[in-house]
């Protein structure tokens, strides 16, 4: 699976953003998709997923309320909607492709090349 992030930006504390993840491939319907994130100087963090067959997803505690992941009706395009951003959210964020769910970066197989969140305050 190949995989394509892109919608980040610049945008001020407060406002939203949509990230997508568009990926190649006929596993990516059925793959767990991750979103991470690495702030300068920081390792890099689970920010949220989604599973490939039901839809489940989950949040690190950080941006529940706030973001929300979803897939696009063709299945092949999983999407963070970012609201009421803060200057913490500042990071490049990637996605991610796996078979199984998980919070960490190891489980992951296919990764994204990053797309940069800037947050001003």
């Known amino acids: 699976v190949q995989l394509q992030a892109s919608g980040g930006g610049l945008v001020q504390a407060g406002g939203s953003l949509r990230l997508s993840c568009a990926a190649s491939?006929?596993?990516?319907?059925?793959?767990?998709v991750g979103w991470f994130r690495q702030a300068p100087g920081k390792e890099r963090e689970f920010v949220a997923y989604i599973s490939g067959q039901s839809g489940s997803t989950d949040y690190a505690d950080s941006v529940k309320g706030r973001f929300t992941i979803s897939r696009g009706n063709a299945g092949n395009t999983v999407y963070l909607r970012m609201n009421n951003l803060e200057s913490e959210d500042t990071a490049v964020y990637y996605c991610?492709?796996?078979?199984?769910?998980?919070?960490?970066?190891?489980?992951?197989?296919?990764w994204g090349q990053g797309t940069l969140v800037t947050v001003s305050s």
């Open positions: 991610a492709a796996g078979r199984v769910l998980s919070y960490s970066t190891g489980r992951y197989d296919s």
């Open positions: 491939g006929p596993t990516f319907r059925n793959s767990v």
